[in-house]
């Protein structure tokens, strides 16, 4: 599903961000990366949303070689990864249904399929009867939960979230959680970012380690060190 | 297919919206597009209006020779031939005495007076004439010299050449067409360039001001047309709105002024001209037609230019 190989990111001024990185991830499996920050792992989920390009080294994900992908087919990439930001990125000014359906008329879907889609997508985040309210009206949690419906409406192979907790409390943290789980059970592959100790510990999935651009390790059920 | 034209569908209605939403600065990138569009159609509309009535004075500007009663047919064919056969002669058209009456009844009918006293004389007291029209205006003089040779001294009662003082009006209505046209193209493009400034500014306004929302439709996925769609819509509708204000200035213009000079003989042609439905349509069309592509070029640079999309 997605491959890196030997990857490595530099940029001008800040030095190098990745140093010969591979890895390699399955199918509907629940990566965690964890690390310090500057270690690396914004620039890593940047390679794979291709808003950056690696410096040298190879990244195929979902059969696609990123190397001999054109620019004009790039939007068409992200339809199929779902990315929820740490900072939500919603718009401010649309309601929560019109977060969500955004993201949908942009891949053209049907008005008729896209009333019948959102309040499953919100059903499945727990949003139900917040369809009217617009995102300053909504709690933290709740915000990120509507990223996180916005990213999963199109149905994408790969579901990447970036800190999704880092401005949550420790109770909306794990609604938010459990929302990611339920996801990766549904098929798809999620890959979680964060720095908090005890959602990696209790979760027991797959955590890989950055330190400095380099993976430290890499343990199929893992805890946070 | 279908996806394509929701699409197409949800673009414009976006721009739509936009259009709606930056009201203010939309009516001030109209306004100096209307002015712009008015420049130009007026240019036009002037071009046309002058060189109509040039065309319509030189009319006026023909080698009559009056013929006296008496001439012989034969003679008067032979000259008619001569005229004819000159290079710089346009039309040769034989005039009657009984046709040269009918005309003047014709011209003076709301003269009551004069026909009455012209009724009085009885008989027809006009001569017969060859109207001789040039094509070159500086050739005229030597046209009239035809007729004023020794040959057909006994057939040619007197030449004229014209009204003398229209060659005047007409060199001066040349000279007012080729400054009017020179003033109004400098005038249209000064404008032309300012209103692509104003829309330049205001679309880039709009991208500044949605530049977090863009952000937002790049990271999940929409297409670079998808973004810029509702730009170009947006611009386009000013093109729209201000052609429709300009044509109909410029039509107003010609029906209130036009129609005072419209009874002139060197303007009535024009006048019609103009106010034909399918030359109005034409008025209408192009100049919505170039209003959009004001708008569309304009907010194409500003895009360029602020809408950072080709680093995806």
């Known amino acids: 599903m997605i491959l890196l190989d030997r990857v490595t990111k530099n940029y001008n001024r800040r030095g190098t961000a990745l140093k010969n990185i591979s890895l390699h991830i399955e199918p509907q499996e629940f990566v965690i990366i964890v690390g310090p920050s500057g270690a690396g792992k914004s620039t890593l989920l940047k390679l794979l949303t291709r808003e950056e390009k690696p410096t040298s080294g190879k990244i195929i994900v ?3 070689d990123y190397e001999t992908l054109r620019n004009r087919n790039i939007p068409y990439l992200r339809r199929k990864i779902g990315v929820v930001f740490q900072d939500f990125k919603l718009l401010p000014n649309k309601t929560v249904f019109e977060n969500v359906s955004f993201a949908l008329e942009i891949v053209g879907m049907g008005n008729r399929e896209i009333r019948h889609t959102v309040p499953k997508v919100l059903a ?11 995102p300053s009206e909504l709690s933290g949690g709740e915000r990120q939960r509507l990223a996180i419906a916005r ?3 199109r149905q994408p192979k790969i579901l990447i979230a970036d800190e999704p907790t880092g401005n949550l409390d420790i109770k909306h943290a794990w609604d938010v959680i459990k929302v990611l789980e339920k996801i990766n059970k549904y098929g798809t592959t999620v890959i979680l970012t964060t720095h908090n100790q005890e959602i990696v510990n209790k979760l027991k999935r797959r955590v890989i380690a950055i330190k400095d651009g380099q993976v430290i390790s890499d343990k199929a059920s893992g805890g946070y060190h | 297919m279908r996806s394509k034209l929701i699409t197409l569908r949800r673009i414009i209605i976006a721009g739509c919206k936009d259009f709606s939403r930056n009201s203010w600065l939309s009516v001030a990138a109209i306004a100096v597009m209307v002015v712009a569009l008015i420049m130009i159609t007026l ?15 030189s009319k006026n500007l023909k080698v009559s020779v009056y013929l006296k009663d008496d001439a012989p047919q034969s003679q008067i064919n032979k000259m008619r031939q001569e005229f004819y056969t000159n290079p710089y002669v346009a039309d040769v058209q034989y005039i009657s005495k009984d046709q040269a009456q009918e005309k003047f009844v014709n011209s003076f009918q709301k003269d009551q007076k004069l026909l009455e006293g012209l009724a009085l004389i009885g008989g027809n007291a006009l001569p017969a004439s060859i109207d001789v029209s040039v094509r070159d205006l500086s050739q005229i003089q030597d046209v009239g010299n035809i007729a004023k040779q020794s040959k057909y001294k006994n057939i040619v009662d007197s030449v004229s050449l014209g009204k003398t003082d229209a060659r005047k009006t007409i060199d001066r209505a040349a000279a007012a067409q080729r400054y009017i046209t020179m003033a109004s193209l400098v005038a249209a493009i000064i404008f032309g360039v300012v209103s692509m400034l104003i829309i330049f500014n205001t679309i880039r306004m709009a991208i500044f001001s949605r530049g977090e929302e863009i952000k937002i439709m790049k990271l999940i996925g929409a297409t670079p047309g998808y973004i810029r769609g509702p730009f170009l819509i947006e611009a386009g509708l000013y093109g729209v709105v201000a052609g429709v204000i300009a044509a109909g200035v410029v039509l107003s213009l010609v029906y209130s002024l036009g129609g005072k000079v419209a009874s002139q003989a060197e303007f009535a042609p024009t006048y019609q001209y103009l106010t034909q439905p399918s030359i109005i349509a034409v008025l209408f069309a192009g100049s919505i037609l170039l209003g959009i592509l004001l708008g569309v070029m304009s907010s194409t640079f500003a895009m360029e230019k602020h809408l950072k999309l080709k680093h995806w």
Do not use: C, M, P, Q
Not at chain 1, 125 to 133: A, F, I, S, T
């Open chain 1, 62 to 64: 979902n059969g696609i």
């Open chain 2, 43 to 57: 240019t036009l509309v002037l071009n046309i209006t002058a060189r109509n009535a040039i065309s319509e004075l």
């Open chain 1, 124 to 134: 499945i985040v727990g949003l139900v009867g917040k369809e009217d309210n617009y």
């Open chain 1, 151 to 153: 990213a999963v409406a």
